[in-house]
């Protein structure tokens, strides 16, 4: 008998594209699924409004469920809004702005099926669509030594690629709803710390990147310093080395946030926070250059 599969998707702002989100969900191949829609608008502003519109398609769905918070808070609560009126055996989750591929959710029960026991969470590749008319895959071939490499943004897995094991939150608990960004890369690092994750290299889902996803200068270094004050008993584990190495990754996304605001003495000072501000300024000239060229 196949297992129950939850796909909670938040939603916030999103009433143009939930549609397109829960129709990918409702047409995978793999068919025990349940689909919760979290909005997270807050109840009869006018996007709740919108997206309860939305939703009216799916009234007569037994497997849809769509619950809406009384005021916005933040994603991390919405997923376990989610989470909690969810009876998967498996949980997904999806971004309300992306969709998931047809046989996403049938490989990912087919590889935990062939794995041991002590492999909870399995991601996989995406292909994101950019705001700059241009595409790119990101691959994901390799999970080894994953806390450690995902930790310094070697490996890159989002919410919306992954699934987990619903014992998993036994011990690794809820998402951490004090986030407004970065809740999922602070959720998987909680999961890597105690279990073992695997990886499909096969593209499971399309990514749109939109600008109400990009927080500015200031804004971006008060979400990454509060995600770095909270992995600290995570980083501790490390070498001292490997930490300063990580930190040095960090504060160079910090110093390329304030650089395309071109806010340059605060991209300075971030550059001389790492413990090599040669290579920090080396990269924000390279970022730069980038970003003017796609301009």
Known sequence: MQQLVSVIIPTYKG???????????LNQTYKNIEVIVVDD???N????LLTAEKMKKYETFENVKYLVHKKNINGSAARNTGIRASKGFYLGFLDDDDVFLPDKTQKQVDCFEKLPDDYAMIYGSFVEHMTENTDRIVKADNADNFLYRFLCNEIIACSST?????????YVKEWDESFKRHQDLEFFARVACRCRVACISDV???KFKLDRNMPKGELYEQYRLHYLNKMKPIIEQFTEKEQKRLYNIHYTEIGKAYLKQKQLKKAMHWAFKTS???KALFLFVKDGMTFILRK
Do not use: F, T, Y
């Open 204 to 206: 499971c889902i399309e």
């Open 45 to 48: 502003e006018p996007e709740q």
């Open 162 to 170: 992954i699934m987990i094991k619903r014992s998993v939150l036994d």
């Open 276 to 278: 090599n501000p040669a």
């Open 41 to 43: 608008n807050g109840e």
């Open 15 to 25: 009433a143009d594209k939930i549609n397109s989100a829960v129709d990918s969900v």
